[in-house]
């Protein structure tokens, strides 16, 4: 079972729109597969990332920056599952 967190970034306005991606860590939670049903508490301290930035959306409707957190889970017939969701960040003053 892999975790991963992905920085995406969009820049730009109609046709001139550029995508950027950047796997920002990754991490293997466990290896081999997990038992049926099984929970899989997971702590991830995020303090120790200095390229993470805070969520941006469409600021000028020009930029965006979001972040996902990439699942993806192996089972024992070495079929691949993958989960992606959307996160938000935000700095704390």
């Given at each position: 079972m892999e975790l991963a967190i992905i920085k995406r970034e969009t820049s730009g306005a109609g046709s001139a729109t550029f995508n950027e991606a950047e796997t920002v860590t990754k991490f293997e939670i466990m290896d081999g597969a997990p038992v049926r049903a099984e929970s899989i508490p997971i702590r991830l301290?995020?303090?120790?990332?200095?390229?993470?930035?805070?969520?941006?959306?469409?600021?000028n409707?020009?930029?965006?920056?979001?972040?996902?957190?990439?699942?993806?889970l192996i089972d024992e017939e070495d079929r691949?599952?993958?989960?992606?969701?959307?996160?938000?960040?935000?700095?704390?003053?």
């Open positions: 301290f995020l303090s120790g990332f200095d390229q993470l930035t805070p969520t941006m959306r469409n600021v409707n020009k930029f965006s920056v979001k972040y996902f957190i990439n699942l993806v691949r599952y993958f989960k992606q969701q959307e996160i938000t960040l935000w700095r704390k003053l």
